[in-house]
């Protein structure tokens, strides 16, 4: 029996095609979909790494940046390990309601950024999706 039998992986890579910062990211995942009624749901999660380069952009404080409040910080590449759920709902054979939440534990390499105050990141959204 495969492992992946009741779901699906998933992986992505991401690269900064102007070279703005020259970050990379690549993200694996491991997702399960479930029918309740109308709705159908996917739940899963996986890890994504970002690029030293990527980190820096995103939480690293250089040293024209520094002020009282906001030391200088180089992070590394980081592992960061998330949790997903997406829900769709058909309303009419044209229409349906898609929702999608995440959680994403950050970690030492953002949190210990004096930009950064939490742990994790929630996020969560929902779109209406018209099919022609």
Known sequence: MSPFRYGESQASYLTDVN??????????????????????FNFGGGVTWQSKDLTDHNVGVRRNEVRSDRAFYAPDAAFIPHLD?????????????VGTSGVEFLPAEYSDSPLIDEDYVLSGGIVLVYTF
């Not at 759920?85 to 309601?97: G, V």
Request: charged fraction near 15%; avoid cysteine; charge should be negative.
């Open 19 to 40: 070279d703005a910062y020259g970050g990379h990211e690549v993200d694996v995942g491991y997702y399960v979909p479930t029918d309740w009624g109308k709705a159908n």
């Open 85 to 97: 759920l997406s829900i769709i709902y058909p309303l009419t054979d044209s229409f349906a309601i």
